[in-house]
């Protein structure tokens, strides 16, 4: 087969987002997770994925694979196990605001384990993601995190991750514990700020990026919802400001950026760049419902990144 632009791993969610309309309560149904939302932000801006993953044999699994089939996924590396696809529900609060309801424990997408990772389609890659979600929903999973990562970084392929921290799976000390062992192989980092402070035990941008830098890690994205990005590369910090946008559904937000980002690094952007197309994604997307769902059109995002893209934003350097 062709190399792929990008390939991550982890576990795909059916999600359900609920809305109150005229006094009922109405359910969307769509599908996403941290490490599979990138996969479609970028395959719809035109590069080439594949999504390593385990789906439950039954309707709600055929439902998974349609999908991944109609946006052009690669599933070669999708194994159809015994067990349930995990669920989960948005439940919408004011100002764009949400909360989440799962049903994921023991799923089969947690079963993902070291033997799923072929090491020769690692090696066809240029670029591999995943999350810290996909390391907390199960030991054998964060396995293969690791075992994807150390293939992909003995081959110099780059390596992309998310901690995309949820303290509700595990604890701080796991967290920090998974992200720590990992972190020599990874080339670019994509935390919220909030995360990272947490993660690191560092307060201020500048130190949580250089003491990155010193870990080996290359690009540096700090993200911080409506305050942008601070992008640490090549000696330089810039912080770049986001568009601003009344948001309906911040759902995806982040991970919409991480597809955006790194389907601008493949193009040759460079990561300031790449971060402001990542922002125009991220930005427009909050405008409608679910992580998918309300992806922007590909004409919009590229004329906007037009508009913006050699905008000098030497005041935000450092």
């Known amino acids: 087969m062709n190399r792929l632009d990008l390939v991550s791993l982890g576990e795909c969610l059916i999600e359900f987002s609920l809305k109150e309309q005229n006094g009922k309560l109405l359910a ?52 159809l196990v015994e067990g349930f696809n995990a669920l989960y529900f948005i439940l919408r609060l004011p100002e764009g605001e949400r909360e989440f ?22 090696k066809k890659t240029k670029i591999i993601h995943s999350t810290g979600t996909t390391q907390a929903i199960s030991l054998s999973s964060r396995k293969a995190v690791y075992k994807a990562f ?12 998310d901690p995309n921290l949820r303290l509700g799976l595990w604890n701080i000390e796991d ?15 994509l ?11 560092l307060e201020e941008e500048k130190e949580i990026i250089e003491y990155l830098w010193r870990q080996g890690v290359r690009i540096v994205v700090l993200k911080k919802g409506a305050a942008g990005v601070t992008v640490g590369w090549g ?41 402001k197309l990542g922002n125009i994604v991220g930005a427009l997307m909050i405008k409608g419902f679910g992580a998918i769902s309300s992806l922007p059109d590909c004409k919009e995002v590229f004329s906007l990144f037009e508009q913006i893209r050699n905008i000098d934003n030497d005041k935000g350097r450092s």
């Open 28 to 79: 969307f149904r769509s599908l996403g997770s941290s490490s599979f939302n990138p996969l479609v932000t970028a395959a719809r801006l035109g590069a080439s994925v594949g999504y390593i993953a385990r789906f439950g044999k039954d309707a709600l699994g055929r439902y998974l694979l349609n999908f991944l089939q109609k946006e052009k996924i690669d599933i070669s590396q999708i194994r």
């Open 235 to 275: 000696n330089s910090i810039v912080t770049l400001p986001a568009l601003y946008i009344e948001p309906v559904d911040t759902t995806g937000a982040g991970d919409a950026f991480d597809g955006a980002f790194l389907y601008g690094l493949l193009q040759g952007y460079s990561p300031f760049e790449a971060a």
């Open 191 to 201: 935390p919220a700020l909030r995360e990272a402070q947490l993660l690191f035990k």
């Open 175 to 189: 967290a920090r514990g998974a992200l720590n062992e990992i972190l020599p192989f990874i080339d670019i980092l």
């Open 101 to 122: 309801l799962y049903y994921r424990k023991g799923s089969a997408g947690s079963t993902l384990c070291p033997d799923d990772i072929d090491e020769e389609y690692i």
């Open 150 to 161: 150390s293939v992909a970084w003995e081959a110099g392929i780059n390596v992309s991750f």
